[in-house]
């Protein structure tokens, strides 16, 4: 404990040099205006930028590049609640009731929790990472294929809890969700799969297309043809601030949120994205007005945008204990490191510890600068509501555009945009929701993957799913899960969703 | 009776029946080892499955006929626009394609003034250029003469 | 509609200017794009990055890097392959440059490109892979290690960085000779295959040096043998399968630099002169230094023996290995 504290001034020393300090606040700076960006999440930023660090010693790369990390991280809300576009892959879930809240008036209120969230998540978790990296790594290295798949099976009961309206409806769109994440090369046979041809194709339809046509391209075609354009909202000074009740209904999502956040974080591979669909189910389930959700419910933003910043924290945790590439985003920070000639390994800590500490200090100075310099924009993010709709909605289409192609530098993905945007436009005119789209584009790859490689580690019996324990944890904890879910029907009793179309009728008659 | 959700079950149930017939070409593999074309088969089942529900149970849900379409207009000349982004993106570069979009975007869709069109359209495309390719160092493509 | 046909004009305008490139001058006279095939932080791209940096000293002239993505490096490579052969458009390639286009012909897929659409300029690198397993496994010495493997075919499993990768062929090109069938789990690149043998889910890996380094000195992986032509300089113990009788279990992941097919002559000896001045930089033996890459610097007929008897290897490999067994 001690040690750790004397660490953490050596760190404070390294991370508070003006320098270091600097490259902190560019790389927050700049991962703000990625993550705001469309399209442009955290991993497309940080491969982007990456060039730009090798002139730098390692020190300062590293915390550049975690500061583009976590400030991508931040900034994905604002579009999303403005403009009901997600600005990386894990704010889609913030879009729902961010912007139901935006419509509502209350778009300051939203930016203002989920900076705050984020502020919270992102300094309670790097105080798990600076206590608990070395034990946690170990046990996020036992995570192999089984346990992933229970795992994301797991994930896939979230959708439960993500509609209000049919229960058919959103199975049905995430059947399709998934079934759109089966195209490209199958990386168990290499078989090319639905890919016509297109070599783009070949490494599947990525998430951020998916999410900023369904989300955002769809919102913009149904609204901007409406004879009455959506009216301009003029945000007064004292509305941009959240209320008591707005706070006391966040706090328990943001801190619940922390914890699920880290601990998805910390598994290796890239199921850090689920942890804000998980938060957003979890927050439903324990809501005393479940119905809220997806009409501003506050709990809707502030658990998710916790838990995605915690779970960047959280990747962390292999990374720097271990010096093992859990994710894309780890194993690129790594290349950062080696290109600096450092060695990432498990001696990290030991060898380097101005580099680590520096780096952990650095986290805690960063995540304090993200909050001191987005609370005062939330005020002028606000006021891009004030835009009159025929000038916004050009804008907002320019940059989509932009950031889908930046990702990868290919128009197949700006034509995958598109087509999922056309497709959003006619489901949200026959009442379908389209947030189980993204959940099934996401899971699909992962949950096949982890599957067969299960089955190819175990020579084709099933028995490994049970015999070994954290797997078989999950889906017990999963069969109980769906129980539960089941027994309104056996009980003969009424959830909220049955209760909710209850009242519905009644109001129809009425 | 046409409701949404039975012209939404039928499509859907179409996007199945599609997706079964393709993955005739892939191998299905077996249980132990299941094959590239084992998930696909399954969840097209599933797909299909859900869409004949829809059909049959949907008889409740909003009547077809009672979903306003008034902006389509908009909505494809919006559509087209970005098809023509998508398309020219590659062959006249960032700054071309995006002051042809946005202007007419905003002067031909929207009807705002000349001046103020160009202006702004100008200002959005060669604004965002410069910071994300100048600046940030996303590449964004040119276009001949590298303009 | 007056403002509409402003715009139409605008853009036309805008189009007329854009008239075709003016006439060939001494080459170089305009940025030159070096292609990497795969995404910012893996091998291809810290390779490029510093032979972009020490070309543009040689030949004062600018030398981009841009990452052209997708499809295991498919995107990139064909990107190149029909690019104008004017010297502008370079590739740095890897050894699955030889794969990719085998195993397209494996399916009966039109191939994205051939082999024979570049025009070999340098290699700039080679590294060979290494056989590792994790510590707490009975195997001290290859030998013991193929032996057990011939005693329980089928039982003892590898990661790789993906089906018809580079790791899945190296491990391939061992386990033909040596008359083994291992068991193979594919994950989605080097890190998560190196992420599977420290958590043991796997029992082997061929990797590259650079990266289980660390992981050997700690104690957690354990290096059997290597598929070089010598032994690696940082692990001087670890003999290599040709010294235990297996001479066609070579393997290296290599880096070179490509021009498409039908670039001029005088271009391709330009570039090949200054890429010769290039790897005597410095400013680039520093950087390769740090990636803990050795050089290996081979032209003309040299490399182009190596590029072809690699192909030639790699061909083979995917062959036997044939569509992954599943039945129909």
């Known amino acids: 404990m001690l040690e750790t504290l004397a660490n953490l001034g050596l760190g404070f020393s390294v991370a508070l040099s003006p320098p270091v300090l600097l490259y902190a606040f560019i790389g927050t700076v700049v991962g703000t205006l990625v993550g705001v960006l469309p399209g442009v999440g955290p991993l497309a930023g940080i491969s982007l930028l990456l060039p730009a660090t090798y002139g730098l010693d390692a020190t300062r790369a590293i915390v550049m590049l975690a500061g583009i990390y976590y400030g991508a991280m931040y900034g994905g809300s604002t579009t999303s609640i403005l403009m009901r576009i997600p600005g990386e892959a894990a704010s889609v879930m913030t879009c729902i009731d961010g912007y139901a809240m935006a419509r509502k008036g209350r778009a300051g209120a939203a930016l203002a929790i989920a900076a705050v969230g984020s502020y919270v998540a992102g300094t309670a978790s790097i105080v798990a990472l600076m206590f608990l990296a070395p034990p946690l790594a170990g046990l996020a290295l036992r995570f192999g294929p089984p346990e992933y798949f229970a795992l994301l099976l797991l994930g896939l009961l979230v959708l439960a809890y993500m509609s209000g309206g049919s229960m058919l409806r959103a199975l049905a769109m995430a059947a399709l969700g998934l079934l759109f994440g089966m195209v490209g090369i199958d990386q168990m046979s290499g078989y090319f799969r639905f890919a016509y041809g297109v070599v783009e194709l070949g490494d599947g339809i990525g998430i951020v297309p998916v999410a900023v046509g369904l989300f955002g391209l769809a919102e913009i075609l149904a609204t901007a043809g409406q004879p009455t354009p959506p009216a301009v909202i003029k945000p007064r000074l004292r509305e941009l601030l959240p209320s008591r009740r707005e706070w006391g209904e966040s706090a328990a999502p943001i801190g619940r949120g922390t914890v699920l956040g880290f601990l998805i974080g910390v598994i290796p591979g890239s199921a850090h994205i689920i942890s804000s669909f998980v938060s957003y189910a979890i927050e439903r389930k324990l809501s005393k007005r479940p119905e809220e959700f997806g009409k501003g419910a506050v709990a809707g933003v502030a658990g998710p945008e916790s838990a995605n910043n915690s779970a960047t924290s959280g990747a962390f945790v292999p990374m720097l204990a271990l010096g093992v590439p859990s994710g894309p985003i780890p194993a690129v920070m790594l290349a950062a490191m080696m290109v600096h000639g450092v060695s990432p390994g498990p001696f990290l800590i030991k060898q380097q510890p101005e580099l680590f500490w520096g780096f952990i200090a650095s986290m805690y100075v960063g995540n304090l600068v993200l909050l001191i310099l987005n609370l005062p924009l939330v005020g002028l993010f606000v006021n891009l509501l004030r835009v009159p709709y025929p000038i916004l909605y050009p804008s907002i289409l320019v940059f989509s555009v932009l950031g889908v192609y930046a990702v990868n530098g290919s128009v197949v993905d700006v034509w995958i945009m598109l087509l999922m945007g056309a497709l959003g436009y006619v489901l949200r005119k026959l009442d379908f929701e389209t947030a189980p789209i993204v959940l099934g584009v996401v899971l699909a790859p992962m949950i096949e993957m982890a599957l067969r490689q299960s089955l190819a580690m175990s020579d084709g019996r099933y028995a490994i799913f049970v015999t070994r324990p954290i797997a078989a944890t999950l889906l017990a904890v999963g069969a109980v899960l769906l129980l539960l879910s089941l027994k309104p029907l056996v009980m003969h009793t009424l959830d909220w969703r049955a209760r909710l179309a209850l009242a519905a009728k009644r109001e129809e008659h009425s | 009776m046409l409701t949404t959700d039975r012209v939404g079950g039928v499509a859907l149930a179409l996007i199945g029946l599609f997706v079964l017939f393709e993955s005739r070409k892939l191998p299905l593999g077996t249980l132990q080892n299941p094959g590239p074309a084992a998930m696909p088969v399954v969840l097209a089942v599933l797909l299909l499955g859900f869409g004949a529900a829809l059909v049959a149970l949907g008889a409740g849900a909003a009547r077809l006929a009672a979903v306003g379409w008034s902006e389509w207009r908009h909505a494809v000349a919006i559509f087209g626009v970005c098809a023509f982004a998508a398309l020219a993106l590659e062959r006249l570069g960032y700054r071309v394609t995006m002051v042809a979009a946005l202007a007419f975007l905003v002067g031909g869709v929207e009807r705002r003034g000349v001046v103020f069109t160009l202006v702004f359209a100008l200002a959005l495309a060669l604004g965002t250029f410069f910071v994300f390719d100048t600046v940030l160092r996303v590449p964004l493509p040119r276009g001949p003469l590298r303009f | ?328």
């Open chain 3, 1 to 328: 509609m007056t403002l509409a046909r402003t715009a139409v004009l605008l853009s036309l305008v805008l189009l007329a200017g854009a008239s075709p490139a003016p006439a060939q001058d001494a080459y170089p006279s305009r940025p030159i794009t070096l292609v990497a095939p795969f995404p910012p932080g893996g091998v291809a791209d810290l390779t490029a990055r510093p032979v972009a940096a020490a070309l543009e000293k040689a030949l004062r002239n600018p030398v981009g890097v841009v990452n052209k993505t997708g499809a295991a490096g498919a995107v990139g490579m064909q990107y190149v392959a029909t690019s104008k052969p004017d010297g502008y458009t370079l590739l740095l390639a890897l050894s699955s440059i030889s794969i990719i286009p085998e195993a397209d012909k494996l399916f009966g897929r039109q191939p994205a490109f051939t082999v024979d659409q570049f025009a070999p300029l340098a290699l700039i690198s080679a590294d060979p892979t290494i056989l590792v397993v994790p510590a707490d496994k009975p195997w001290k010495t290859a030998k013991e290690f193929i032996e057990d493997a011939k005693k329980r075919p089928g039982q003892i499993s590898f990661s790789s960085s993906g089906v018809y990768g580079t790791l899945h062929m190296a491990m391939e090109l061992l386990s033909h000779p040596a008359g083994i069938k291992l068991r193979h789990v594919p994950y989605g690149g080097a890190g998560p295959a190196l992420t599977a043998i420290l958590g043991g889910h796997v029992d082997a890996l061929a990797s590259g040096p650079a990266v289980v380094l660390p992981h050997i000195r700690s104690g957690k992986l354990r290096p059997l043998a290597g598929w070089g032509d010598k032994r690696v300089a940082a692990l001087p113990d670890v003999p290599t399968f040709k010294e235990l009788g297996y001479p066609d279990a070579e393997f290296y992941i290599w880096a070179g630099v490509f021009a498409p097919k039908g670039t001029p002559e005088p271009v391709l000896a330009k570039l090949r002169q200054a890429l010769r001045q290039a790897v005597e930089d410095p400013d680039f033996k520093g950087a390769m230094d740090k990636l803990q890459t050795p050089i290996a610097f081979k032209q003309g007929e040299e490399f182009q023996r190596f590029f072809d008897t690699d192909a030639r290897r790699l061909a083979e490999g995917v062959r036997r290995v044939g569509k992954i067994e599943i039945k129909k």
